[in-house]
């Protein structure tokens, strides 16, 4: 009996371990629409999370699809009930619609994340004249 109960201790205890729950992103937004951009004219978005979660988390990379977005993050662990934040600029240099992606690498529980910047790029002056003068 004394074996059987030994078992099924360690089998409880290894299993509430694996629900142990890690460090975990919550985003306000993980899509931001910048609408109209002019040409020529940078625009940032800074993606705000919280850790929810019962670990620090530690963001290890953030990759952008491509070129004309630069990402920057929070490089200390965030604690539980912390937030950290995400930056990411696009240039704006090409004409036309957008929809580019930031992945999030950390140590969270889910290990990698996309973050998604769109909109569209008009010539100067066009993005702040009413849609009757266009």
């Known amino acids: 009996m004394k074996k059987f109960f030994s078992v099924v201790v360690v089998l409880l205890t290894i299993s509430s371990m694996s629900f142990a729950q890690k460090g975990v992103m919550k985003f306000k937004e993980e899509t931001h629409n910048f609408g109209k951009v002019e040409q020529g004219k940078p625009v940032t978005q ?3 999370f919280t850790n929810t979660g019962t670990e ?5 990379n953030v990759s952008a699809s491509c070129g ?3 990402p920057s993050w929070t490089k200390d662990p965030v604690l539980p ?3 950290g934040s995400i930056k990411a600029t696009y240039n704006a240099a090409a004409m036309g619609t957008f929809n580019k992606s930031i992945t999030v690498f950390s140590n969270a529980e889910s290990p990698s ?9 008009v010539e100067k002056g ?3 004249k009413p849609s009757s003068e266009k």
């Open 46 to 48: 800074e993606f705000v």
């Open 81 to 83: 009930k912390q937030t």
């Open 113 to 121: 994340l996309t973050l998604f910047l769109k909109g569209e790029v």
């Open 126 to 128: 066009a993005a702040s």
């Open 56 to 60: 620090p988390i530690v963001i290890s």
């Open 68 to 70: 004309c977005t630069t």
